[in-house]
T-cell receptor, first 109, second 116 residues
Framework: AQTVTQSQPEMSVQEAETVTLSCTYD???????LFWYKQPPSRQMILVIR??????QNATENRFSVNFQKAAKSFSLKISDSQLGDAAMYFC??????FGSGTKLNVKP | NAGVTQTPKFRVLKTGQSMTLLCAQD?????MYWYRQDPGMGLRLIHY???????AKGEVPDGYNVSRLKKQNFLLGLESAAPSQTSVYFC???????????????FGEGSRLTVL
């Protein structure tokens, strides 16, 4: 069975700095999608970024980018120029089925 | 746009009581899901549906039943609630298949269920 592991339960970053959230997964499939979701205190889950396993190029969405290492089964999220509104729980997901346990990101002013 | 709507938002039950959570989506999505979220465990898939009239078990299906009589609605039922079912429940929908596809999940706001 596929598993998704987020080894950092909580992280802190200073406003305007860069932070990287880690995610590893286990699968025997060759094609799949990976997602990062954000859950602010309002509880509403929203998509941050997605990556298809067949694509070599790392996905980027404005200040958010990923470092996808397929062989290492690693999918980390980098947030540049952190803003107060980035404070939230972040979940890594494999397809629609498997989620990591989440990383709580604190942003210090 | 309503998106995905869950009712009720909060509910307190006594052990052994039954209840149904309703999920409605207005995006004409084929696929719908129920997850539970517990502290330190992320989201775990309970059941999902690949179309009207079809459902399938997820990772943690025991103690729950589901029905998808209409494309836009996905119901999650607890026949005999247990304290272990205290959780926050999320419904979601997608236009792409559960096991593949680039489409993301669209989530409801969650329903907090407490079983005493």
């Amino acid at each position: 069975a596929q598993t998704v592991t987020q080894s950092q339960p909580e992280m802190s970053v200073q406003e305007a700095e860069t932070v990287t959230l880690s995610c590893t997964y286990d699968t025997s499939e060759s094609d799949y999608y990976l997602f990062w979701y954000k859950q602010p205190p309002s509880r509403q889950m929203i998509l941050v970024i997605r990556q298809e396993a067949y694509k070599q190029q790392n996905a980027t969405e404005n200040r958010f980018s990923v470092n996808f290492q397929k062989a290492a089964k690693s999918f980390s999220l980098k947030i540049s120029d952190s803003q107060l509104g980035d404070a939230a729980m972040y979940f890594c997901a494999y397809n629609k089925f498997y989620f990591g346990s989440g990383t709580k990101l604190n942003v210090k002013p | 746009n309503a998106g995905v709507t869950q009712t009720p938002k909060f509910r307190v039950l006594k052990t052994g009581q039954s209840m149904t959570l309703l999920c409605a989506q207005d995006m004409n999505h084929e696929y719908m899901y129920w997850y539970r979220q517990d502290p330190g465990m992320g989201l775990r898939l309970i059941h999902y549906s690949v179309g009207e009239g079809t459902t399938a078990k997820g990772e943690v299906p025991d103690g729950y039943n589901v029905s998808r009589l209409k494309k836009q609605n996905f119901l999650l039922g607890l026949e005999s609630a247990a304290p272990s079912q205290t959780s926050v429940y999320f419904c979601a929908s997608s236009y792409s298949k559960p096991w593949s596809g680039s489409g993301e999940l669209f989530f409801g706001e969650g329903s907090r269920l407490t079983v005493l």
